[in-house]
């Protein structure tokens, strides 16, 4: 499992996981403590900062949208006191062109794990971030004002299966989209597929009446949050009067 700084920072939530035996590699911010080998509670960033340079290894985290994320790796075993089978690892990514550049992960695993292994966990992560980042941008997950979780849930919804259409539709063979006679062009993006389907498939053309409707509607629903924002706001006031 692997999550950002959000979630690694909290002490409590990492010591969850080791008692369920759920093996770990999360962000922390370089101000976080560890239990040395020594026994002594040092922050990550002095722990790295006197590792030798051969101790750095480049390896790819895997591949991005410019080809494979290389940057320069190392790893330094952390807490003595452990269970048995199992191992703990203060994990440093530093950047390639900028040595000061470096991001630290606290990592929880089976003891034979390989520094190889945490680099391709940690990696893991941005293909998750940008499943969403996509789905921002593709298929509007985040471009909802909603007051209830059922709005909110059936919105999320909606755009998650819009994306999972458009990932599944991207992936379909190319001989199939007769793009095996486009010579030199890359393959096709989840952007591509949504501009392709809106061209050719939807191809859906409003009338007057419907454009005003939709208009009516949405300033409709504008007076009303507006109407909403300002009583919530008068009765916060009345309340820190008294």
Aim: aromatic letters at 10%.
């Amino acid at each position: 499992m692997t999550a950002d700084e959000l979630y690694g920072q909290d002490t409590k939530f990492r010591l969850w996981l080791e008692t369920v035996d759920i093996p770990h590699v999360v962000a922390v911010p370089k101000s976080a403590m560890v239990v040395s080998m020594e026994l002594a509670k040092v922050r990550v960033h002095r722990v790295i900062a006197e590792l030798a340079e051969s101790s750095w290894h480049r390896l790819s985290c895997g591949d991005g949208v410019r080809g494979p994320r290389v940057s320069e790796w190392a790893a330094v075993e952390i807490r003595p006191l452990r269970r048995q089978g199992w191992g703990h690892w203060l994990l440093a990514r530093r950047s390639v062109t900028d040595p000061a550049d470096i991001a630290y992960y606290v990592c929880f695993g089976p003891a034979p794990t390989s520094l190889a292994e945490l680099v391709r966990v940690a990696g893991s992560r941005w293909a998750i971030e940008e499943c969403f980042q996509t789905a921002k941008n593709e298929t509007g997950l985040d471009h909802y004002q909603v007051r209830s979780y059922q709005a909110w849930y059936r919105h999320i919804t909606l755009s998650m299966t819009a994306l999972a259409f458009l990932v599944i539709t991207r992936q379909i063979p190319e001989k199939r989209l007769c793009l095996r006679r486009w010579s030199g062009v890359k393959p096709l993006s989840v952007n591509e597929v949504r501009r392709l389907w809106n061209r050719v498939v939807v191809r859906v053309a409003h009338t007057i009446e419907h454009v005003l409707h939709w208009s009516r509607w949405r300033l409709a629903s504008q007076a009303r949050a507006r109407a909403s924002h300002h009583k919530r706001h008068q009765h916060h006031n009345l309340s820190s009067s008294y």
